[in-house]
């Protein structure tokens, strides 16, 4: 019986699709259980007026929001940083998205708050989300891309044999 492997641009959407949910819950517990004054809502309040402060129902939109988003941050990750091994490209990948979200982006949006207006937990906490969420990211499809490299390798060898 054959194996079935996954296409790399599916594993690539998988990676990124359960990245964004999996962090973004954990975004919403440490919001939840105030450790940041940013929860996942920041995704849908991006688009509304700066008032707006989103339920419990508008978190869990954005939790699936940002399950989405995760997915072109995974396939941004493959663009930029795909012949990185080890983790040290994840990271660096999470800290500027980071950096994009909450210094380049917060102007434009007035209900985002900028980095010189959240609290020192809130900067430490998303900052620590976003870096664990480029690891992950970063690291699995690194991994997963030089596996296939690795395969692909071989397997021209034992067509010469």
């Known amino acids: 019986m054959e194996k079935q492997i996954i296409s790399f641009p599916m594993n690539v959407t998988l990676i990124g699709l359960f990245g964004g949910l999996f962090f973004s ?19 849908i309040s991006m688009w509304m007026s700066e008032e707006f402060e ?10 699936f929001l ?6 072109g941050a995974a396939f941004l990750y493959r663009v930029l940083f795909i012949r990185f091994k080890g983790p040290t490209a994840g990271v660096f990948y999470g800290v500027i ?3 994009i979200i909450f210094q380049f982006i917060s102007p434009l949006f007035p209900a985002i708050k900028g980095i010189l207006s959240m609290s020192f937990h809130s900067i ?9 969420f480029g690891l992950f990211v970063g690291y699995s ?3 997963d891309y ?3 490299l690795k395969s692909e390798e071989l397997s021209k060898k ?4």
Do not use: D, M
């Open 54 to 63: 989103p339920t419990a129902l508008g978190e869990w939109i954005s939790v």
């Open 97 to 99: 998205l980071w950096v």
């Open 25 to 43: 819950l954990l975004g919403y517990a440490a919001y939840y259980f105030h450790f940041t004054e940013v929860g996942p809502g920041l995704t």
């Open 141 to 143: 499809v690194s991994f």
């Open 146 to 148: 030089h596996e296939r």
């Open 124 to 132: 430490v906490t998303t900052l620590c989300l976003y870096i664990v």
């Open 66 to 71: 940002n399950g989405i988003l995760g997915i």
């Open 158 to 161: 034992e067509e010469l044999w």
